[in-house]
Structure formats: structure tokens, C-alpha cells
């Protein structure tokens, strides 16, 4: 009997689930439902337009819930999206960190392979479809703008549509799905500090969240400083660790020899020796409020820059939404612990990664578990 799967969100689980389940069962009659005008909108935007989608450093602790990952991981790591990608007919590089791109380095690519496979496995794509309610008794009945369709089986691929006027959350709630709260995730952070003086400068160093007394989080890169906060890869991966009221405190010195530094300052004993160490107005920012010019002190202050976090910036500048479907109501296959034939996939769950292709990873790896495990026979 041929089974009916309808999908709802044509992102980057949603299409992947589609396809994935066509590649596995060519007999199923497989819907996307898709609000907007075409699919795959935010994939073209990813990576800066060359789409990071994976990265072959793929471990359980860059995700938010390293145990529910690890079972994850160990079904699709980066050598099973790689390798579906590849099936497609999609030739990835991967740069020196791990990172792997499409060849192309165009988000483009990736989305037309998919597209290809929709349309050579004729999977209906209906756009300016906004679901906006689910029934289920024996089978699922799906209203949306313009229509109605019926599924024996119903994944949610809704992607993190905050704003919506129905989204995602709505719908899994109305299954009795509880959410953790919604909020944006690898996104600029707001400071207490004016940093307008500095706006615009891109410098490397070291930076931790300290909450209280504890370091919650360390990492390196790049910071870019804006008038009121700090962005840049850094400062986006701190963000999934930062709450108001804690502190960002950035070491510039961080992969330098200390001893030439204090050699550089004790020589010297102004504040213009700075500049040969940092940009001009960063110099000055982080020695304003220095009493006395030591070497000890300015080192201090070069390896203890204090910012407090008041807030992060909002969803127009995030990456990801963190939140979401609470995963105690998933198993480990992406079905529902609660409703039979409901399925859950992509960033729409409560689970979130760090920059670096991780998130896309989720997207594709949760929903290609979720097509394995839709109870069809495999080929
Ligand atoms: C600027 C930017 C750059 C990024 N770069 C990277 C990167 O390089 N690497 C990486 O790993 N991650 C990156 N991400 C994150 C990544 O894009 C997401 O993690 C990923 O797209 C999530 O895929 P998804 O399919 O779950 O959700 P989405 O891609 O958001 O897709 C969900 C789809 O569902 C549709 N939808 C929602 N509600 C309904 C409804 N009620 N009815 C019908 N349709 C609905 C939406 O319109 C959307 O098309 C980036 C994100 C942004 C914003």
C-alpha cells in the first residue's frame, strides 16, 4: 500500500527528508508544504553564500545536549552527510579547520541538487502553503493557505519561524510537545560598555563568559566591535553561553609571549608603546582607565579587557534560534514520544550547535535519521 508522508517546511530537513525518503521507498507519495514562495530560502544565505555544511570535527559537546547528540552522531556523522550529498551528485571541499563547503563554495549548489532530486523523484512541492492546522485521528489532516492534505505520516521540518503567525512551536504544542523558551542563538551580544570608540575593529584574541567566579565558556577567534556590543565567529559562539548580567572578558594577548610584551612596554613606559601591539583607539580604550602605566598593569589589562553582557542583539541577526521542542518528547529516531507518525527534524527541536557547519548538520543528519526510520522498507 502506498504510504503518504507529508512534510511541512521546505528548509534544509525538510528537503533532505524528502528526498532521503524517496531514495529509500520510490513508491511513497512524499508533500512538502512550504510557506513561502519558493524552498530553501535560508540555504542560499548560509556560510556567507558558500554554505558550511558540515565539518569533519563533529563531536557530541558542540551541541547543547551532548547526550541526545552522541546517539545522533553515531547514526549520521559528517561522512554520512558527505556521502549523501556526494549520491546527489554534490562535490564537497573541506578547508584546513574541518569545514566542508560545496566545490562550488555556493550555497546554490546545494540547493539545486535538492532541487533536482524533488523534481526526478516527483515529490510535490506546494509553496505559499502556510500550515496552519493539524488534526490527527487515523491519518493527519493538514489545513493550509489554499488546501488540505492527508498523511499517514507527518514530519515537521518548521525550522526556527519565531515570529511566525503559526509556526513550528504552535503546531507541535497543539501534539502536546512542550517548548523550551525561544531565543536567539549565535547572534551579536549587546554590552553594558559604549564601545563606539572601537566600532568596526577586527582583532583576534582569547574571550570567556564568567558568570560570578566561573569561566562557563573559553574560545578564540576573531571579535568585531560595534557601537554597542561585539560580533564576529567568536563572539556568536559566545553567545550560546551568555546571559545578562555576565562578563565577556577578552585577553589579547592570548598565543603571544608575555615576557617580549612587558619587554615591549618597559622600553616603552607610554601609552602610544600600544599601539605597535593593538589598533590605535583599542589601545587607548583599554588603557583609559588604567591609575599608572606599569608593565604589570598594562599586561593586566590587555588579558582581563571586562565587558558585561546586557543583552544579545535580536532574531534579524541570529543564526539559529536556541529552544525549541523539548527533546524529552523525541526519540532517538526523531519520532514523536507522543503521538504515532509524527516526526520532528531540524532546528525547530531544542538543540543548537556552534558556528562551523554544525548547525546545518542537525538539519540534514536528523532528518535523514528520520527518513530511515519512517517505518518503510529499505531498498
Ligand atoms: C545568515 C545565516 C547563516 C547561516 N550559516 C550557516 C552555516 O554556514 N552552517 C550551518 O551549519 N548553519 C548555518 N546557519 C543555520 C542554518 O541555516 C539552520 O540551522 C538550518 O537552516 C535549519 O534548517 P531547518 O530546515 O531546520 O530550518 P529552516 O532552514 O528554517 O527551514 C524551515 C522551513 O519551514 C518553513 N515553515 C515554517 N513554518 C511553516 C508553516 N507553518 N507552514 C509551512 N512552512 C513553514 C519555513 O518557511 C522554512 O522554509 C545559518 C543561518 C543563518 C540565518
Not at 540555504?43 to 563533529?58: A, S, V
Not at 550529498?85 to 541538487?113: C, H, K, M, Q, W
Not at 544579545?312 to 541577526?317: A, D, E, I, K, S
Amino acid at each position: 500500500m502506498q504510504k503518504k508522508v507529508i512534510i511541512v517546511g521546505g528548509g534544509a530537513a525538510g528537503l533532505t527528508c524528502a528526498v532521503r525518503l524517496k531514495q529509500i521507498n520510490p513508491g511513497a507519495a512524499v508533500t512538502i508544504l512550504e510557506q513561502n514562495d519558493r524552498v530553501g530560502k535560508k540555504i542560499l544565505k548560509t556560510g556567507n553564500g558558500r554554505c558550511n555544511l558540515t565539518n569533519l570535527d563533529m563531536r557530541p559537546e558542540y551541541y547543547n545536549h551532548p547526550d541526545f547528540m552522541e546517539k545522533c552522531l553515531k547514526r549520521c556523522s559528517a561522512r554520512e552527510v558527505i556521502a549523501f550529498f556526494n549520491g546527489i551528485g554534490l562535490l564537497t571541499r573541506t578547508d584546513s579547520e574541518g569545514r566542508v563547503y560545496p566545490y562550488s563554495e555556493t550555497a546554490a549548489s546545494v540547493l539545486d541538487v535538492l532541487r533536482r532530486e524533488l523534481e526526478k523523484n516527483n515529490i510535490e512541492v506546494v509553496c505559499g502553503a502556510a500550515v496552519r492546522e493539524i488534526t490527527k485521528k487515523d491519518t493527519f489532516i493538514v489545513k493550509y493557505d489554499g488546501g488540505e492534505a492527508e498523511g499517514d505520516y507527518l514530519v515537521l521540518a518548521c525550522g526556527s519561524q519565531a515570529q511566525a503567525e503559526t509556526n513550528g512551536y504552535d503546531l507541535a504544542v497543539r501534539f502536546g510537545h512542550a517548548i523550551i523558551p525561544v531565543r536567539p542563538g549565535l547572534v551579536p551580544l549587546r554590552t553594558a560598555e559604549s564601545l563606539r570608540s572601537v566600532s568596526g575593529l577586527r582583532v583576534k584574541c582569547q574571550a570567556e563568559v564568567v558568570r560570578g567566579t566561573d569561566t562557563v565558556h573559553r574560545e578564540s577567534g576573531e571579535i568585531l566591535f560595534k557601537d554597542e556590543g561585539i560580533s564576529g565567529i567568536l563572539t556568536l559562539n559566545l553567545s550560546r553561553h551568555a546571559a545578562p548580567g555576565n562578563a565577556v572578558v577578552i585577553d589579547f594577548l592570548a598565543g603571544t609571549d608575555r615576557k617580549t610584551v612587558a619587554k615591549l612596554i618597559e622600553s616603552r613606559p607610554e601609552p602610544e608603546a600600544l599601539t605597535g601591539i593593538l589598533p590605535k583607539m583599542l589601545a587607548r580604550a583599554v588603557t583609559q582607565n588604567l591609575d599608572g602605566f606599569s608593565a604589570a598593569k598594562v599586561l593586566a589589562a590587555l588579558e582581563n579587557f571586562r565587558l558585561t553582557v546586557s543583552g544579545t542583539y535580536g532574531f534579524g541577526q541570529a543564526q539559529i534560534a536556541m529552544g525549541g521542542v523539548d527533546i524529552t518528547g523525541i526519540n532517538d529516531d526523531f519520532s514523536s514520544r507522543l503521538v504515532p507518525g509524527l516526526y520532528m527534524v531540524g532546528e525547530l527541536l531544542d538543540i543548537d550547535g556552534a558556528c562551523g557547519g554544525y548547525n546545518l548538520h542537525f538539519a540534514w543528519a536528523s532528518a535523514l535519521i528520520a527518513a530511515e526510520s519512517l517505518g518503510f522498507e529499505k531498498k
